[in-house]
């Protein structure tokens, strides 16, 4: 674990984090894992919401401020969402992996719609929400609706790895209305990104030499990458895009499968 972390903090860069469905199976709990993390050099990583019940470790969100000196300065212009997946299911009648549960929906829902009005309401006020991203590592059953013909990448794994139950998050975040992303990792030859219901759906890459892979295939790291819109005056505003691709490590460090994940539309 320090050492994946490790050239983030010798970089000197923030770095925020979520636990897999494998991380108990060292020497800490998935507890332990998470108090480790939050207490590393340049985390932005939080053990959970302070007052808040919530199943799982490493529930949080961080908000990104508008450019310093102009008039979102003091609003986040976006919000990420980090969310524990879980594992594997504890209810003896229901068998596979975790997922995300009640407890966690709900603080997603209040934390959301608190970032929504914070960000509409008040000077200047913005006519649409910040946009959000998601993150955790199981896949939602969402991610079964792609087919070759509707999303961007490869599907190689016999099906996609979720866990046997919908606990209905994804529902959650479309009402929400401001995840524009999600990103997950678990099934490490799936590598795609699809959109069902205005959200996109993302793999993250599979990244890991630790982990199993397959011959001839290079190990991979989604990088998502987003810009602000710019005023006629020159100031800075909110986002204007959210755009994404992968960076393969291979002897040329090559960049594959661009593609813009969400853009505000130009009456916004």
Same mark, same amino acid.
């Given at each position: 674990?320090?050492?994946?972390?490790a050239p983030a903090i010798a970089m000197k860069l923030p770095w925020a984090a979520v636990l897999g469905n494998h991380d108990q199976e060292g020497t800490l709990s998935r507890e332990g894992v998470m =108090?480790?993390?939050?207490?590393?050099?340049?985390?932005l990583a939080r053990f959970n919401p302070q007052g808040v019940e919530i199943d799982g470790y490493g529930n949080y969100?961080?908000?990104?401020?508008?450019?310093?000196?102009?008039?979102?300065?003091?609003?986040?212009?976006?919000?990420?969402?980090f969310l524990d997946s879980g594992d594997y299911s504890t209810v003896p009648s229901i068998h596979g992996y975790g997922w995300i549960k009640a407890s966690q929906e709900a603080w997603f829902r209040q934390t959301s719609s608190s970032l #929504?009005?914070?960000?509409?309401?008040?000077?200047? =006020?913005?006519?649409?929400?910040?946009?959000?991203?998601?993150?955790?590592?199981?896949?939602?059953?969402? %991610?079964?609706? %792609?087919?070759?013909?509707?999303?961007?990448?490869?599907? #190689?794994e016999k099906g996609i790895s979720s866990a046997s139950i919908n606990s209905g998050f994804f529902n959650t975040?479309?009402?929400?209305?401001?995840?524009?992303?999600? %990103?997950?990792?678990?099934?490490?030859?799936?590598? %795609?990104?699809?959109?069902?219901?205005?959200? #996109?759906?993302?793999?993250?890459?599979?990244?890991?030499?630790?982990?199993y892979g397959m011959a001839g295939w290079s190990r991979r790291a989604r990088v998502v990458s987003v810009q602000l819109e710019k005023a006629a005056s020159g100031e800075w505003q909110g986002v204007k895009s959210i755009n994404t691709w992968k960076r393969l490590d291979d #002897?040329?460090?090559?960049?594959?499968?661009s593609e813009v994940l969400w853009k505000r539309s130009s009456n916004s």
């Open positions: 674990m320090d050492a994946a972390i =108090r480790h993390l939050v207490g590393m050099k340049n985390t969100n961080l908000e990104v401020a508008g450019v310093e000196g102009t008039l979102l300065a003091n609003k986040s212009v976006l919000n990420m969402y #929504q009005q914070n960000y509409t309401g008040g000077q200047p =006020r913005q006519k649409e929400p910040a946009p959000g991203l998601a993150y955790f590592h199981i896949p939602l059953p969402e %991610f079964n609706n %792609f087919t070759a013909s509707n999303f961007t990448g490869v599907k #190689q975040m479309v009402e929400a209305g401001d995840v524009k992303a999600a %990103f997950v990792g678990h099934d490490h030859l799936n590598d %795609f990104c699809g959109k069902l219901t205005g959200i #996109q759906l993302c793999y993250a890459g599979g990244f890991g030499y630790h982990a #002897q040329h460090l090559t960049t594959i499968d």
